[in-house]
């Protein structure tokens, strides 16, 4: 079975653009939930989707958005973006029928707001 | 709320000595706990799950145990190998669903 696959893999931009970022989970997974990584912060959970509804939200601003597609595939966004965005960001796919079951995380897009 | 602790925040051992990395939570009410590693510039590579009612979990080398009560986990990884060098991360689910990670602890094995 193919992994949890991110696209793109590496982003530059400067501050005040916005930014699409993609997620194709695992065949049969029906939850991705997104992540910010930073060395100051660590791993900081972003939200969560389930057969296209979010299902959980994390304490990010209004400038982070997320959607997820029929197939599963889910799609970050991020506007009028600022220095402190530059991170790199994580999605995580599951079964989600618990919400609590093992999490198989993507290789990452790294992104630098400059 | 929830705070996860991962101490210490690095370790160095010699090839063939087992690793033990210890994981901390405030709340123990929690679901799963789940353990990764993170090679540098890498995604979350999931090692293993534990569910809340269960006191351990096996993998090849790899073994964890849960004590909610305490609110501790362990992971050993027995006869540790170069290889084994990374980045180990521990997240507990919250009521919500949501994994709280730790800072992580980072391991290098030397051959």
């Known amino acids: 079975k193919a992994g949890v696959t991110q696209t793109p893999r ?26 910010q990584q ?3 912060q660590g791993l900081q959970f972003l939200f969560e989707y389930f057969s296209e509804t979010q299902r959980n939200k994390g304490n990010f601003p209004g400038r ?12 970050m966004n991020v506007s009028t973006l600022e220095l402190g965005d530059s991170a790199l960001y994580l999605c995580a796919s599951s079964l989600g029928d618990t919400g609590t ?3 198989y995380f993507g290789p990452g897009t790294r992104l630098t707001v400059l | 709320k929830q705070e996860v602790t991962q101490i210490p925040a690095a370790l160095s051992v010699p090839e ?19 353990w990764f590693r993170q090679d540098p510039g890498k995604g979350l590579t999931s090692l293993l799950l534990i569910q809340s009612s269960q ?30 060098s990374a980045t180990y991360l ?17 391991v290098v094995v030397t051959p």
Request: charge should be positive.
């Open chain 1, 64 to 75: 982070f958005s997320g959607r997820q597609f029929s197939n599963s595939r889910s799609e």
């Open chain 1, 38 to 40: 930073t060395p100051g």
């Open chain 2, 90 to 106: 521990c997240a507990v689910f919250d009521s919500w669903g949501k994994l709280q990670f730790g800072a992580g602890t980072q």
């Open chain 2, 55 to 84: 006191r351990e979990q096996t993998s090849g080398r790899l073994n964890a145990s849960l004590d909610k009560s305490s609110g501790r986990s362990t992971l050993y990884i027995a006869a540790s190998q170069p290889g084994d």
């Open chain 1, 101 to 103: 079951d093992t999490q």
């Open chain 1, 10 to 35: 590496y982003l530059i931009k400067t501050r005040g653009q916005q930014v699409t970022l993609s997620c194709s989970p695992i065949s049969g997974h029906r939850s991705v939930s997104w992540y």
């Open chain 2, 16 to 34: 063939g000595e087992n690793l033990v990395l210890n994981c901390s939570f405030t709340d123990s009410a929690i679901y799963n706990l789940q």
